[in-house]
């Protein structure tokens, strides 16, 4: 498995801009996968961005247009550009990672997660 530590989280005003990082350690030779989720209080986890080791990427529509995920492999990290925050944005995020390449795509498969970080934007 792999080790993920996030950063980057803060407080925002709506239509401010954050970086989220991620760095991986672990077993990550092989094919794999990391992604971003996020979790609002009062509401289930979901799936913001993903990104597998054959390049692909993509991202769940509330966010299209607005984030963009990405991946330097030499630093082993990945990245969450958020622009445009809005105050429904606001929740803990959530790196996560898994040695297997598609396992990202279901919430209830992905096995390494990190600790969060929270997103705060205001009105």
């Known amino acids: 498995q792999v080790q993920l530590v996030e950063s980057g989280g803060g407080s925002v005003q709506a239509g401010g801009s954050l970086r989220l990082s991620c760095v991986v350690s672990?077993?990550?030779?092989?094919?794999?996968?990391m992604g971003w989720f996020r979790q609002a209080p009062g509401k289930e986890r979901e799936g913001v961005a993903i990104w597998e080791s054959d390049g692909t990427t993509s991202v769940v529509d509330s966010v299209k247009g607005r984030f963009t995920i990405s991946q330097n492999n030499a630093k082993k990290t990945l990245y969450l550009q958020m622009n445009n925050l809005k105050p429904e944005d606001t929740a803990m995020y959530y790196c996560?990672?898994?040695?297997?390449?598609?396992?990202?795509?279901?919430?209830?498969?992905?096995?390494?997660w990190g600790q969060g970080t929270q997103v705060t934007v205001s009105s």
């Open positions: 996560a990672a898994d040695v297997v390449r598609t396992y990202c795509r279901n919430l209830a498969s992905v096995r390494s």
């Open positions: 672990g077993d990550t030779t092989r094919s794999y996968c």
